[in-house]
């Protein structure tokens, strides 16, 4: 699969389980494993995948997903709070920023 990353913007990948949650490096980590790199991201995802055939679970239903994030914006930006006010204007008229 190709995508078309704007200028600036990135890619995160993270490994979903079949639960529903996300894999964390840590089970105390409030924040799921991200990664920037989709090889390394598979890597883990196989090496997860190869724990579980270990222990008899042949078909985990873990698998890789992604965001688009777009750059850091400065909070004192113009722009910025042209989004904020766009986002109010949206949920005033019932709809989700």
Do not use: C
């Not at 990135?10 to 989709?38: C, M, N, S, T, V």
């Amino acid at each position: 699969m190709s995508l078309n990353v704007p200028a600036g913007f990135q890619l995160q990948y993270a490994i979903k389980l079949p639960d529903g949650e996300f894999f964390k490096y840590h089970p105390q980590h409030e924040h799921p494993a991200l990664f920037i790199d989709r090889s390394l991201a598979e890597q883990t995802l196989n090496e997860l995948r190869e724990g579980m055939r270990r222990m008899g679970i042949h078909e985990w239903a873990g698998r890789l997903v992604f965001q688009l994030v777009s750059p850091f914006l400065d909070l004192d930006d113009p722009a910025a709070r042209v989004v904020d006010e766009i986002s109010a204007w949206l949920k005033a008229q019932g709809g989700q920023p």
